[in-house]
C-alpha cells in the first residue's frame, strides 16, 4: 500500500505535466509510470527526480543503457525495492538483456552479497595496494 495518494488529475499542474510531457517525448511512449504518477504530489520533487534520472539513464554517457539498467537491477536488489527490480529488468530487456545475462547477473549480485557479509563480518582490513593515493 502506498504511503502518499496520487493525484487525482496530475498533469493539471503545468510542471506536472511539462515533466510527464519530457518523459512521454524521452522515453518515446505515451506510459507513465506510477513513480512518476505518484511522485507528481510535489512538482519540485517530480521535477528534481527526473532531471538526474535523464542525465544519468536516459542520455548518453560513459556507460550503455543496457550496463546502466543492470547495474540499477543490482543496487535495487541490494536495497530490496521491489518496484525498481521490475521497472529496470523490463528496461534491461528492452535493451536486449537475454535470459542468460540475467541469470549471470543475479549470480553476481548472490556472490557479491555473499562476500560483502564474509568480509564484513570478518571485518578484513583493506589492502593498502587498493587505496587510492
Request: hydrophobic share 45%; glycine share 2%; aromatic share 6%.
Amino acid at each position: 500500500m502506498a504511503t502518499q495518494r496520487r493525484p487525482a488529475a496530475p498533469e493539471d499542474d503545468p510542471r506536472v505535466k511539462a515533466v510527464f510531457d519530457d518523459i512521454r517525448a524521452t522515453r518515446k511512449t505515451d506510459f507513465i509510470n506510477n513513480l512518476w504518477r505518484t511522485l507528481a504530489f510535489d512538482p519540485a520533487l517530480l521535477e528534481r527526480t527526473w532531471t538526474d534520472v535523464k542525465a544519468l539513464m536516459a542520455t548518453p554517457t560513459e556507460l550503455d543503457p543496457l550496463t546502466k539498467e543492470m547495474i540499477y537491477i543490482a543496487v535495487s536488489i541490494a536495497n530490496a525495492c521491489s518496484y525498481c527490480v521490475h521497472s529496470h529488468t523490463a528496461a534491461a530487456r528492452a535493451r536486449g538483456m537475454s535470459d542468460a545475462q540475467h541469470a549471470e547477473l543475479l549470480a553476481i549480485v548472490a556472490l557479491a552479497a555473499r562476500t560483502n557479509h564474509l568480509v564484513t563480518g570478518l571485518q578484513v582490513p583493506v589492502d593498502p595496494e587498493f587505496d587510492v593515493g
